[in-house]
């Protein structure tokens, strides 16, 4: 009971703060709409959408090995630490990589008006890149320790430091979107050297030769291959929209996806205490608690969640156009197709999870992958035909089956007796 309301605690706390932080974010967005042009507002989508991206999905497996070890740890008693200092080293030197890979593909494919062009959105890139990784692995490290409501303060502040370069947009005395991109990586990178500095430091002073070996292992590989997979999906429909369509098409996209991001709220706030719940001995000591997880979550949110998005969804045509004076009319079919995937995903949300207490990395990443081919290929055919529009309604039917795949994988835990979770400790090596 005591872990429970730790929990629910956490859960609170979380979501207050993580509310206070969206709320900027849709003022950001709401700013940044009226202070550039679609040119300078598309820019910016794809910057972050990038940056965002490439944290997910070259940091992704550190981190979530990182955050899951360290919870383990922690919830069992045991004294040593994890190393947050190799966690950080080996997710920035992926960052760096995927950069330099990133700027050579763009360069033999001619993706960019020049050289300078490209040079300068792969910089901001990776430079918005490595802080905002910074940033939330510090936040796990807390999630981790507990101490949910310091890690959401550090998201508070961050979103702080971006909805700031916004308002300085909106008074012109940022006026294009390289240099709105230039201030976000400069400010988050403050923010990182702030709060992860000193416990990158501590750990690089502590932990002993041994720990070392953190960095890539073979779990920490299975895991990268699922973030891969899980950021490429979640920034898929970005990239096929900016890659197949316009710049109206990104900018109505992107917008559309900063309204979803308000109304499903709670989320991210579910998804780390859920991240942290299944990491506890209990959770990952039997395949019945985890099925129970799963039911009851299940029969708890699909009423509210289909109350609040059915809502949403009414309110679309009214609401949207009254944001942002009607500048982009197609956000508000795509706004109402994503409510249907949102809806899809808030029902399985612990269900991933549960794969990864299940330890069976290779088939979650195996299930991400083929429908993150499968949406990239339907696109290609959509695209031209149906637009924007139609596009997001072919990754919201291939995203329904994925989750639906993951939920039955989840609900059916390999047979036979189950393996004894390796300690943190036999992790390392």
């Given at each position: 009971?005591?872990?429970?309301?730790?929990?629910?605690?956490?859960?609170?706390?979380?979501?207050?703060?993580?509310?206070?932080?969206?709320?900027?974010?849709?003022?950001?967005?709401?700013?940044?709409?009226?202070?550039?042009?679609?040119?300078?507002?598309?820019f910016i989508v794809l910057l972050l959408a990038v940056g965002q991206f490439l944290g997910g999905a070259a940091t992704g497996g550190l981190r979530l090995r990182y955050v899951r070890t360290e919870?383990?740890?922690?919830?069992?008693?045991?004294?040593?630490?994890?190393?947050?200092?190799?966690?950080?080293?080996?997710?920035?030197?992926?960052?760096?990589?995927?950069?330099?890979?990133?700027?050579?593909?763009?360069?033999?494919?001619?993706?960019?008006?020049?050289?300078?062009?490209?040079?300068?959105?792969?910089?901001?890139?990776?430079?918005?890149?490595?802080?905002?990784?910074?940033?939330?692995?510090?936040?796990?490290?807390?999630?981790?320790?507990?101490?949910?409501?310091?890690?959401?303060?550090?998201?508070?502040?961050?979103?702080?430091?971006?909805?700031?370069?916004?308002?300085?947009?909106?008074?012109?005395?940022?006026?294009?979107?390289?240099?709105?991109?230039?201030?976000?990586?400069?400010?988050?990178?403050?923010?990182?050297?702030?709060?992860?500095?000193?416990?990158?430091?501590?750990?690089?002073?502590?932990?002993?030769?041994?720990?070392?070996?953190?960095?890539?292992?073979?779990?920490?590989?299975?895991?990268?291959?699922?973030?891969?997979?899980?950021?490429?999906?979640?920034?898929?429909?970005?990239?096929?929209?900016?890659?197949?369509?316009?710049?109206?098409?990104?900018?109505?996209?992107?917008?559309?996806?900063?309204?979803?991001?308000?109304?499903?709220?709670?989320?991210?706030?579910?998804?780390?205490?859920?991240?942290?719940?299944?990491?506890?001995?209990?959770?990952?000591?039997?395949?019945?608690?985890?099925?129970?997880?799963?039911?009851?979550?299940?029969?708890?949110?699909?009423?509210?969640?289909?109350?609040?998005?059915?809502?949403?969804?009414?309110?679309?045509?009214?609401?949207?156009?009254?944001?942002?004076?009607?500048?982009?009319?197609?956000?508000?079919?795509?706004?109402?197709?994503?409510?249907?995937?949102?809806?899809?995903q808030l029902v399985t949300l612990p269900n991933s999870s549960l794969l990864i207490t299940q330890k069976r990395y290779t088939l979650l990443a195996k299930v991400n992958v083929a429908a993150v081919?499968?949406?990239?290929?339907?696109?290609?055919?959509?695209?031209?035909?149906?637009?924007?529009?139609?596009l997001v309604a072919a990754g919201t039917l291939v995203a329904v089956v994925q989750v639906s795949t993951v939920t039955y994988l989840a609900a059916h835990p390999p047979q036979g007796d189950p393996?004894?979770?390796?300690?943190?400790?036999?992790?390392?090596?």
């Amino acid at each position: 009971m005591r872990r429970l309301s730790t929990f629910t605690r956490g859960f609170a706390s979380t979501f207050v703060l993580d509310v206070a932080a969206r709320a900027m974010s849709a003022a950001t967005t709401v700013l940044l709409l009226h202070a550039l042009d679609v040119s300078g507002f598309a820019f910016i989508v794809l910057l972050l959408a990038v940056g965002q991206f490439l944290g997910g999905a070259a940091t992704g497996g550190l981190r979530l090995r990182y955050v899951r070890t360290e919870a383990e740890r922690v919830s069992r008693g045991e004294g040593e630490r994890t190393s947050f200092w190799v966690a950080w080293r080996s997710g920035n030197l992926l960052v760096l990589a995927a950069g330099v890979l990133g700027f050579l593909g763009a360069t033999a494919l001619g993706i960019g008006e020049s050289l300078e062009e490209r040079a300068t959105f792969v910089g901001l890139g990776v430079a918005y890149t490595l802080a905002h990784a910074t940033v939330e692995l510090s936040v796990f490290h807390h999630q981790a320790q507990l101490a949910f409501a310091r890690g959401g303060l550090i998201s508070v502040l961050r979103s702080t430091i971006i909805l700031a370069c916004s308002l300085a947009a909106t008074f012109n005395v940022l006026e294009t979107g390289e240099q709105v991109g230039l201030a976000f990586a400069i400010g988050v990178g403050a923010l990182a050297v702030v709060v992860a500095g000193p416990i990158a430091w501590q750990t690089r002073r502590s932990i002993a030769g041994r720990e070392g070996r953190f960095g890539f292992g073979r779990e920490s590989a299975s895991l990268t291959i699922y973030s891969i997979a899980s950021a490429g999906w979640a920034y898929a429909t970005v990239f096929l929209v900016a890659a197949l369509l316009d710049e109206t098409a990104v900018a109505s996209y992107g917008a559309a996806s900063r309204y979803i991001s308000v109304v499903i709220g709670p989320v991210p706030a579910l998804v780390s205490v859920i991240r942290v719940r299944t990491a506890q001995s209990d959770m990952i000591d039997s395949e019945e608690a985890q099925i129970d997880m799963m039911r009851n979550w299940a029969k708890r949110v699909a009423p509210l969640a289909l109350l609040v998005l059915g809502a949403a969804g009414i309110a679309a045509p009214f609401a949207i156009p009254f944001v942002d004076g009607g500048k982009y009319p197609l956000s508000v079919p795509i706004f109402e197709v994503m409510l249907v995937l949102a809806f899809a995903q808030l029902v399985t949300l612990p269900n991933s999870s549960l794969l990864i207490t299940q330890k069976r990395y290779t088939l979650l990443a195996k299930v991400n992958v083929a429908a993150v081919v499968a949406y990239a290929l339907v696109a290609i055919v959509v695209a031209p035909l149906l637009g924007v529009v139609g596009l997001v309604a072919a990754g919201t039917l291939v995203a329904v089956v994925q989750v639906s795949t993951v939920t039955y994988l989840a609900a059916h835990p390999p047979q036979g007796d189950p393996t004894p979770s390796p300690t943190p400790a036999e992790l390392v090596h």
